[in-house]
């Protein structure tokens, strides 16, 4: 792996290959979720247990959000699917979810019927990219650009999980004095924005 494979690669496997043993917990936890929100169906019940995994990953849940995303855990071990497997890696501890591979995304590619493998291989690929960055190219925040309306846009869009003001925070920043490249064309990029954007997650001090 190397800066320009990162950049172009379409299946994340060979991405978590070079992640391993490097990326911390809240980030893969997010990844495994942005994964699985996105192939669910709207309603779906495991959607709830999402929620209770990014309420985890987020550090210091409710005993209440900690009982449900035990119990969710149990009942996707349960399932004994690949869907329940996957799940079942987003509600994992700690310990086990530092260890997330390829074989997560091998056992969601080609759940959804008319989308093919190779299409879903590259939205996970897009995931990986968005929540870690280039890290061969890391980025440091600076001071001047966390101006009020940075903070503002980059908290909200977190909380809500919705980052379609993502351009409006490139104009911020580009008002508070950015001109880093891969932070405003991230900002502008078409490419889906998904919780642990290590955009926002810069701006808003997290790892």
């Given at each position: 792996m190397n800066a320009k494979k990162w950049k172009t690669c379409s299946d994340p496997g060979p991405m978590l290959d070079f992640l391993r043993g490097a990326a911390g917990e809240r980030k893969l936890r997010l990844f495994a979720v942005a994964c699985l929100r996105s192939i669910l169906p709207a309603g779906a019940p495991f959607h709830s247990a999402l929620d209770a995994a990014e309420e985890v990953a987020g550090g210091k849940p409710s005993r209440q959000v900690r009982k449900s995303f035990d119990e969710?855990?149990?009942?996707?071990?349960?399932?004994?699917?690949?869907l329940g497997w996957a799940m079942h890696f987003a509600l994992d501890d700690a310990a086990s979810i530092v260890h997330l591979d390829r074989e997560f995304t091998d056992w969601i590619c080609g759940l959804r019927e008319g989308v093919s493998e190779s299409a879903e291989r590259k939205?996970?690929?897009?995931?990986?990219?968005?929540?870690?960055?280039?890290p061969f190219r890391p980025v440091s925040v600076e001071a001047a650009w966390l101006?009020?309306?940075?903070?503002?846009?980059?908290?909200?869009?977190?909380?809500?999980?919705?980052f379609s003001q993502m351009?409006?925070?490139?104009?911020?920043?580009?008002?508070?004095?950015?001109a880093n490249s891969d932070v405003l064309d991230h900002c502008r990029s078409r490419t889906p924005h998904v919780r642990g954007c290590w955009v926002?997650?810069?701006l808003l001090g997290m790892e």
């Open positions: 969710w855990g149990a009942i996707a071990m349960e399932a004994g699917d690949p939205r996970f690929a897009d995931h990986l990219r968005c929540i870690f960055g280039n101006t009020p309306a940075v903070r503002s846009l980059a908290r909200r869009m977190d909380q809500a999980r919705d351009p409006a925070l490139a104009d911020a920043l580009e008002e508070s004095g950015c926002v997650d810069l």
